[in-house]
């Protein structure tokens, strides 16, 4: 609920200007640091990136041309894993803006990268998962796309992006195997 203003915004500004995007065309949205976001370093909180980095993704969302469907299907975005990679702090009134867009995707995943920029500096990179979930479970993503009107294969994967869902792999196969632990 802290960040209302911020959703009002995303939303408002796509509504003045309603442009659809390509698939994988970046989105753009630009915010400031106050003070609500700092934490004791007075630098913006981690877990506020996160936050953030959540309205980019409905702004692609938006611009994409996905949300008709994901409504009309009473579907909803999920992540299931980020890296995320810090390069720089975000101070107190400085201006930033967030940049998403879709790197590829498989049968069920939709892999995403998003950047923070400031003063054309990036300040952080992140990978991340995710998937649509609806009234009957995971739903492929080859399906929202389909119904997007995208037939197009899917980029190839960055090294970096498959590096990390290896040790992603690896993770989950020791969080099973610390579960099956007595």
Not at 15 to 21: A, Q, S
Not at 59 to 87: C, E, M, S
Not at 153 to 160: N, Y
Request: with cysteine.
């Amino acid at each position: 609920m802290n960040l209302i203003f911020r959703l009002c915004k995303t939303i408002l500004l796509y509504l003045l200007r309603p442009t659809r995007r390509g698939i994988l065309e970046e989105s753009v949205v630009r915010f400031r640091v106050w003070p609500n976001d700092l934490d004791t370093n007075l630098h913006m909180n981690n877990g506020r990136y996160l936050t953030l980095m959540d309205l980019g993704r409905l702004d692609l969302l938006l611009h994409n041309g996905a949300i008709p469907f994901v409504l009309k299907n009473k579907w909803y975005p999920v992540l299931a894993g980020t890296q995320l990679r810090f390069r720089r702090p975000l101070n107190l009134f400085q201006k930033f803006e967030i940049r998403t867009r879709i790197v590829t995707w498989d049968f069920k995943w939709v892999y995403l990268e998003q950047r923070i920029f400031r003063k054309g500096e990036l300040a952080l990179q992140a990978y991340l998962k995710g998937v649509f979930v609806g009234p009957k479970g995971s739903v492929p993503i080859t399906e929202l796309l389909a119904l997007m009107g995208t037939r197009e294969p899917p980029p190839p994967m960055p090294v970096g992006l498959a590096a990390w869902l290896k040790s992603e792999d690896l993770m989950i196969r020791d969080m099973k195997e610390a579960v099956a632990q007595p």
